[in-house]
């Protein structure tokens, strides 16, 4: 009789200790979750673009009705075209003075690294700041940083500078010879996916120009073909850096520009919590000829 006394109180005391705990949670979502804007942004910010956890082109709101969303969801669930809503408010927002690139390593495509990169054009015509810092720059992350004022590399760092090429299967000729035929339907002057069933070979429209920092192109294959950028001093040379620094001589850089004295001074926020602070002013929905983007990856 002891031992099912002791089983029963055991059960009983889990139960209510599971009970308990649940209305604690909710009460610790609901008190999370209040208040209508949780990032308090202060005056001479600078954003930190760390696109780390930025993997889909829309990820979801992480604020919803359920007092469980500030516990069971990331706050860093962003996605892509929130972070480009994101630099387009920072353009107007007085209170952000520019953009850091540091480190930055991200899983964003080719086409999400050029969209990017275009609208970090577009937030330089502000007048505001585009700084980039790294003790390495992978070829992608280089394309996105070469866009920046000032392009910092690590003394012991190196840039992986091998050129972009693509490569395409066309099936004309497959057609031709097997009698097959692919029914293909579009609309509009140019539309490159259907394109190799149609050619043999990549139409000028396809054909993608790279941008760059004041050096012709032909220098730029004969850097890609040489790896004339492995190491800081031959990347400085070749004029894709700006200068070969330390971590905190870049950060001395950016006191001086935004003439402070101390490192602490300089209030950084990341993108994933100005996207949440910019959200906080969104649209209004509820107004009429509003259009519903449904995305589907």
Known sequence: MN???NVFATV???FLFMLLSFFLLIGLGVLLGSGEDKVKLKDNSVI????????F?????YETDSPF???MMSKDKVGFIEVLKAIDAA??????????LVNNQSSLGLAQSKELRDKLEDFKKSKKFVYAYANIFSQKEYYISSIADQVYL???????????????LFFKNFQDQTGLKMEIIRHGKFKSAVEPYLAQEISPENRDIAKNRNISIAQLNTIADGLLA???????QQKLVDKVAYEDEFNDMLKSKLKVEKEDDVESISITDYVDHSSAKSEDYTKDDVIAVIYAQ
């Open 91 to 100: 353009k107007t927002d007085d209170k952000i003075k520019g953009i850091t």
């Open 48 to 55: 930190q673009l760390d696109l780390a956890k930025i993997n």
């Open 12 to 14: 009983v005391g889990i």
């Open 230 to 236: 492995r190491t800081p001093q031959m990347a400085l």
């Open 3 to 5: 031992f099912f006394k």
């Open 154 to 168: 690590n003394p012991a760092g190196e840039v992986d500078f091998k050129g972009l090429g693509t490569e395409l």
């Open 57 to 61: 082109d829309y990820a979801g709101k």
């Open 69 to 71: 969303s500030s516990l």
